[in-house]
């Protein structure tokens, strides 16, 4: 079936990036469809839209923090208050089908955006087929029938897969990537993550509060190295006192299942000698891969990068006219956040208008507990760029909210500029860092001075007052410490 007029805009991907931009299109009067051949299907058999996001991502891991914390709280923690719990169990298969039920609403929801705003939401495999007069040429594919359709402009939003290791088959049953280790339907006695980046950090500590034995092989030295060396510091104090395990330096050498049925991770350790782990399960964290493959990317001369990516532009353009690419699938940060953006951008530029994104402002959040929320440069970044700063940093244990919470762990440290007091990064350790990430967004987005910050009326016994006194400790000095 070819359809008769060509669309404006075809959008390859209903995650984040492609179901987002595929809205703002509609809102934009812009003839829009979006192809989505999502492998995770909605309970009636439907490819279902959100992408790794909401189906396998974000919201899913989300929902398991929240549940495995307050689980946490409940046997930890509620004595401290006075309140005396005896005998709290997790119903696993209840916390799963809580989980799967936000899953559902939420993918219901776009849906629901997608008739409201007008966007054609077509189900099957995208392959690009060439050009023609009237736009690009891509064909859908689905349960063997295949439909073809033409557009003016292509976004390309495929996202990512995770990384596979070699000699490491994942099952998704004991040895899992994030999909597997997010379906449970009991507490593993032993885990092993290959990867101590944000996936494993998160998943590990959902399993590990339920009662799990963590262990964290990892192949570079440290703890964390894209944040501020004090955040890893006070990252590795606080996971290991919660009783994850790190093993550093680690190289995987090969997995082997044992008669027992556990499964044995052999791996060379720091110093080279010959290391093994047994485990019930294991989950590969080990990093995303962008989606290019069995496209049709070629078919139009779309450029990809030596590291698999699509090659783009800061406005996501590509190396083909009326081909754009956006979130995971293009350089930069794997946030989905970030994929929303450059939807945005992408779809404002296609209409006209002058839509852009500021990379300089992009927060981080790694939702363990305390979370871990960042934005702007670290402390190692203002050195190599030989830029002069200031720092200040101001402890929870100084906050009157943090000690009535029960939670005085970690800091906020705020990074300014030496001439200009302008805010270059902000960097927090705190139970509700990824809620106090906005300000300093903000902050660094309208770029505001330190000072600003320190005026700026913050409500009392707040949390994020530690943000003013971090950057009035960036200034002339804070008030409470
Ligand atoms: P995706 O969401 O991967 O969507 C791409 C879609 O394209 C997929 O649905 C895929 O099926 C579809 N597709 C691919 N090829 C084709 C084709 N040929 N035809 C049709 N459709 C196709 N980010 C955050 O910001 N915050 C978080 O808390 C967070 N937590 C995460 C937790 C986990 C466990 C994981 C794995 C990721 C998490 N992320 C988080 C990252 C976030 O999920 C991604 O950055 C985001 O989903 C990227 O959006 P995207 O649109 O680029 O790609
Ligand atoms: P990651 O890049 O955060 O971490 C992967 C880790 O695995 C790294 O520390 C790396 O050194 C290590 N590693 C790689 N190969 C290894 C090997 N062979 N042996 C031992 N260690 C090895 O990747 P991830 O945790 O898989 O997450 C993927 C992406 O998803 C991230 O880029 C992140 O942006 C996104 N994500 C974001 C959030 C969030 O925003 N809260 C949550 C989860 C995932």
């Known amino acids: 079936m070819t359809q008769e007029q060509a669309l404006d805009v075809l959008v390859i991907g209903a995650g984040s990036g492609g179901y987002i931009a595929s809205i703002r299109a509609g809102q934009l009067g812009l003839k829009v469809a979006c192809v989505e051949a999502n492998p995770y299907a909605d309970p009636k058999g439907e490819p279902r839209p959100g992408g790794t996001c909401l189906n396998v991502g974000c919201i899913p891991s989300k929902a398991l923090l929240s549940s495995s914390e307050e689980f946490e709280k409940i046997e930890k923690h509620a004595a401290a208050h006075g309140i005396r719990v005896a005998g709290a169990t997790m119903d696993v298969p209840a916390m799963i089908a809580r989980k799967d039920a936000i899953v559902t609403k939420m993918a219901q929801g776009i849906e629901y955006l997608f008739r409201k705003n007008k966007v054609a939401y077509l189900k099957g495999r995208a392959n690009i087929l060439g050009r023609a007069d009237a736009g690009f040429r891509v064909s859908i ?17 495929t996202g990512s897969l995770p990384r596979q290791l070699p000699g490491i088959a994942v099952d998704n049953m004991d040895v ?59 990252m590795l104090k606080l996971l290991t006192a919660q009783g994850m395990d790190f093993r550093f330096g680690a190289r995987v050498m090969a997995l082997e299942r044992a008669g027992d049925g556990a499964l044995k991770l052999s791996y060379a350790d720091a110093g080279g000698a010959s290391q093994s782990l047994a485990c019930d399960k294991l989950v590969v964290a080990a990093g995303r891969v962008p989606t290019t493959a069995g496209l049709g990317l070629d078919t139009v001369g779309v450029r990809i990068t030596e590291r698999g990516f699509v090659d783009v532009d800061e406005h996501c353009r590509t190396s083909v006219e009326g081909v754009y690419a956006i979130g995971d699938v293009v350089r930069g940060p794997m946030l989905a956040h970030k994929a929303e953006d450059e939807g945005v951008m992408v779809m404002e530029r296609i209409a006209g208008q002058a839509g852009h994104v500021n990379y300089d402002a992009i927060p981080s959040i790694i939702y363990t507990s305390p979370e871990i929320a960042w934005v702007g440069r670290t402390e190692q970044a203002l ?45 927090i350790v705190s139970t509700y860092a990824s809620e106090m990430i906005g300000e300093a967004t903000m902050a660094i987005e309208f770029r505001a001075a330190a000072e600003d910050i320190g005026r700026i009326s913050h409500a009392h016994p707040t949390l994020y007052e530690a943000m003013r006194e971090a950057s009035l400790a960036a200034g002339t000095g804070a008030l409470n410490l």
């Not at 402890?395 to 805010?423: E, I, M």
């Open 141 to 157: 594919t689905r349960a063997g029938s295949t439909q073809e359709v033409t557009a003016r402009n292509l976004v390309i939003a």
């Open 176 to 234: 899992c990537d994030n999909s597997g280790a997010l379906d449970w339907r009991s507490v593993p006695r032993r885990i092993a993550i290959i990867g101590a980046g944000v996936i494993g950090l998160e998943l590990g500590s959902v399993w590990r509060r339920l009662g799990s034995q963590v262990t964290v092989v990892e192949a570079l030295p440290q703890l964390l190295p894209m944040c501020d060396a004090d955040v890893g510091r006070e």
């Open 383 to 427: 050195k190599d760029a030989g830029i002069e700063y200031r720092a200040g940093k101001f402890p929870f244990t100084a906050n009157g909210r943090a000690l009535g919470n029960g939670d005085t762990s970690g800091f906020v440290k705020v990074l300014a500029d030496k001439k200009t007091d302008a805010v270059l990064g902000v960097h």
